[in-house]
Structures are given as C-alpha cells and as structure tokens.
C-alpha cells in the first residue's frame, strides 16, 4: 500500500482499536473458527500496529514487562520452558517460473526448527530474505523484490493447533494475524482484518500466517527477517522429518505485485500430508 491508500485507512484503523485484548502467547484454532461480525473467521488477530505493513513507520513490537506488557497478543518472550529443540535446519527458498525466465533463484531462507516436550512438538520457521532481483524479464527494468505477506505450513489435521510468534530482534516483522486456512488473502485499506470463512475457507490441515516480508517493499516498511512463527500441537517421539511442500510462501500483490507461491519441505509431525 503506499502513502495516499494509508490516508484512506482511517476505518480500518478504528476497526483495530475497537478489537478486544487477547491473553498473550499460544491461541488455539479452535475447529469452527473464530466469531466475528457477519460469521465466523479462521483467523485471530495477533499484533495489528504497523496496519498489516502498510505503514511506513513500521510495527509495535511486544512487550511483555513491566507487566502486562503490550502489543504481545500472540507472542512469546522465548520457547516455553522443557520444550527441548530436536531438529533445526536451514533451507533456501527458491523460485523458479516465468518471472525467473524459468532459472533457479533463491530469493531467501527459511530456518526449520522442531521443539518438543512430551508428546506436544513446536514447529517454527523463520525468514530472512535476500537482496536479489526475482524478475529476470527484459519487459521488467528495475529490481523487483520477492515480497512474503503468508507462510503457511501443513501438517495438523485432527491436531488441535496452537499459534505464537516469537519477536527476536528489532528487525524483526510481527505477527499480524494467523488461522487455520489455505485461502490467503491480501489486506487493503478498508478491509476487514478477519475475513469470513465464505472469502477464507477453514482447512485444518494448514496454518496461514499474514506477515508483510520484503527485503525493500514499496511501501517504506521493510522489513526483511519474519520472527520466529509458531505452531504447535501433539506428535509422537519420532525424530521429526521433512514433508514436501510443507512450507507455502506467498505474494499477495499488496502493493501490485503479481501473485507467486513459493514452495519448499518442511518438518511435520508423524504421517501428515499436504492435503487441503
């Protein structure tokens, strides 16, 4: 969004204010999704400073002393105490399409990591994106820099997920909001911050995280590290393996960029899929 479409944001912006307090850290998904005005929406609401990106100023980081702290709707300070990590791996994300002229680019990285106490796993990512050029298209002068505003991961069908974000640098991005679909939809000025389950379909065999990712973004807000998204759920002792396009990464065209998916493996728990 750029600087004239964010004057036209006040309605939206008094939407946010008007949004209940949650407790802070992990938010369970429940089945049904979550009441909101029209329906039902697959999505929570975690941390809505910074209008899902738009804003040149940039986001609110959680805090969470002196007590109650702020903004931390969602958020965790750290990985919860006796969860120890079990797999940790660096994977590049690399596209490769028309954009490309169909030649491997890796636009950035997604560290994997799996956390696990008992029979409860943590599964995280986090994003780092490059100074690189997506689009080799001579009609495309300039540098055109892959924008993530989703990252989804599958895997919990019949799991009872739970959501967090863990802030862990100044450069960091947070959390705007998370739920259990695989219908990612771009947030414009005006548009309600939950969307229905008629725009969003529930799927419970995925999580979408809305985040606003961008080495340089066209709006002024770059940011271009992702904190640490979080799901977790129950899973058996078995060593955590990675499952093939587990991981979605997505343009949504927020500030008129074309739509691109970007997929890559990622840890799940035992026997998951990649079903809808």
């Not at 204010?17 to 929406?41: E, H, K, N, Y």
């Not at 609110?60 to 903004?71: D, E, K, L, S, V």
């Not at 943590?122 to 495309?140: F, H, M, P």
């Not at 739509?259 to 840890?267: D, L, T």
Request: proline share 8%; hydrophobic share 35%; glycine share 8%.
């Amino acid at each position: 969004m750029n600087k004239i479409a964010l004057r036209s944001f006040t309605l939206g912006s008094l939407l946010f204010a008007s949004v209940p307090a949650m407790a802070t850290g992990f938010v369970v998904l429940p089945t049904t999704g979550f009441p909101v005005a029209g329906g039902a929406s697959a999505y929570t609401l975690c941390n809505v400073t910074g209008d899902f990106g738009s804003s040149p100023d940039g986001s609110i980081p959680p805090t969470f002393t002196p007590a109650p702290g702020a903004n931390n709707t969602c958020a965790i300070p750290s990985i919860p105490t006796g969860y120890a990590q079990t797999a940790n791996i660096v994977r590049n994300i690399v596209m490769r399409n028309a954009y490309t002229r169909n030649a491997n680019v890796t636009v950035g990285t997604v560290t994997d990591r799996v956390w696990r106490s008992g029979a409860s796993c943590i599964y995280g990512a986090k994003i780092r994106l490059n100074n690189i050029d997506y689009d080799r298209r001579a009609s495309s002068p300039g540098t055109q820099y892959f924008e993530i505003n989703d990252i989804l991961r599958a895997g919990f069908s019949t799991r009872s997920p739970a959501v967090a974000y863990q802030f862990s640098a100044n450069s960091d991005d947070v959390l705007y909001r998370a739920g259990s679909t695989l219908t990612s939809i771009v947030h414009r000025p005006g548009d309600s911050p939950q969307p229905l389950t008629s725009l969003a379909p529930i799927s419970l065999n995925w999580v979408d995280f809305t985040t606003d990712v961008n080495f340089r973004d066209d709006d002024g807000s770059s940011v271009r590290d992702s904190s640490w998204l979080l799901v977790r759920s129950t899973c058996t002792p078995a060593a955590p393996a990675a499952l093939t396009g587990a991981l979605k990464f997505r343009q949504m065209g927020q500030e008129g960029q074309p739509n691109i998916e970007v997929s890559v493996p990622g840890y799940a728990p035992v026997n998951a899929n990649i079903n809808p």
